[in-house]
Nanobody, 115 residues
Framework: QVQVAESGGGLVQPGGSLRLSCVASGTDSSTYDFGWFRQVPGKQRELVASITSYSWTNYAGSVKGRFTISRDNAKNTVYLQMNSLKPEDTAVYYC?????????WGQGTQVTVFS
């Protein structure tokens, strides 16, 4: 079975940086599309960034220019580099792997941006 796990969340000051990692274990994920999503209590989960198997990327307007999604297929890992963090970036960040047959979600990692 495919297992997806996020890591790298934490507490950071505004303007700081974090790098989130998403590992898809038990599989060769090189053909998968991945997305990073975030959600805060009482709000709808939103797509932050996505990357296809061809490494084409897309970003939400709120993070474009600050966040970068990338992948390392040899490590079955997708990254979200988060720079110039703002308090409104505070959320639980989730990774989704799309196999073409099923969507696999991680359990989320908390990112808190505070002053």
């Amino acid at each position: 079975q495919v297992q997806v796990a996020e890591s790298g969340g934490g507490l950071v000051q505004p303007g700081g940086s974090l790098r989130l990692s998403c590992v898809a274990s038990g599989t060769d994920s090189s053909t998968y599309d991945f997305g990073w999503f975030r959600q805060v209590p009482g709000k709808q989960r939103e797509l932050v960034a996505s990357i296809t198997s061809y490494s084409w990327t897309n970003y939400a307007g709120s993070v474009k220019g600050r966040f970068t999604i990338s992948r390392d297929n040899a490590k079955n890992t997708v990254y979200l580099q988060m720079n110039s963090l703002k308090p409104e970036d505070t959320a639980v960040y989730y990774c989704k792997a799309h196999t073409g047959w099923y969507d696999y979600w991680g359990q989320g990692t908390q990112v808190t941006v505070f002053s």
